[in-house]
Nanobody
Framework: QVQLVESGGGLVQAGGSLRLSCAAS???????????MGWYRQAPGKQRELVAV???????SYADSVKGRFTISRDNAKRTVYLHMNSLKPEDTGVYYC??????????????WGQGTQVTVSS
């Protein structure tokens, strides 16, 4: 079992920055460093979309809409993954979730999700 707890969301003006955190705990968290981790977001009335992925080997990938503005990172000693968000836009508004299975077809990864953290960007 893995529990994921996100934090760091809030209300910010366009152009501002936020840093989201996702802390892992539980009986499987000792192998956290081997997991690929990812952040999804869901805007009101829209499907959940993949924002960023970081593999166990620290390879990162991003949705086109956030490239150059968002950075995903991880601290395996703290069992925490981060999403650094800069130059925020109103269209970045949504609930942000972290997951241990960012690529939905990768059944080798356990499938855990956090409860989500709300990000609201005002214009």
């Amino acid at each position: 079992q893995v529990q994921l707890v996100e934090s760091g969301g809030g209300l910010v003006q366009a152009g501002g920055s936020l840093r989201l955190s996702c802390a892992a705990s539980g009986s499987m968290s000792s192998i956290f460093s081997y997991f690929a981790m990812g952040w999804y977001r869901q805007a009101p009335g829209k499907q959940r979309e993949l924002v960023a992925v970081i593999t166990g080997g620290l390879i990162t990938s991003y949705a086109d809409s956030v490239k150059g503005r968002f950075t995903i990172s991880r601290d395996n000693a703290k069992r925490t993954v981060y999403l650094h968000m800069n130059s925020l836009k109103p269209e970045d508004t949504g609930v942000y979730y972290c997951t241990t299975r960012p690529l939905r077809t990768d059944t080798a990864q356990p499938d855990y999700w956090g409860q989500g953290t709300q990000v609201t960007v005002s214009s």
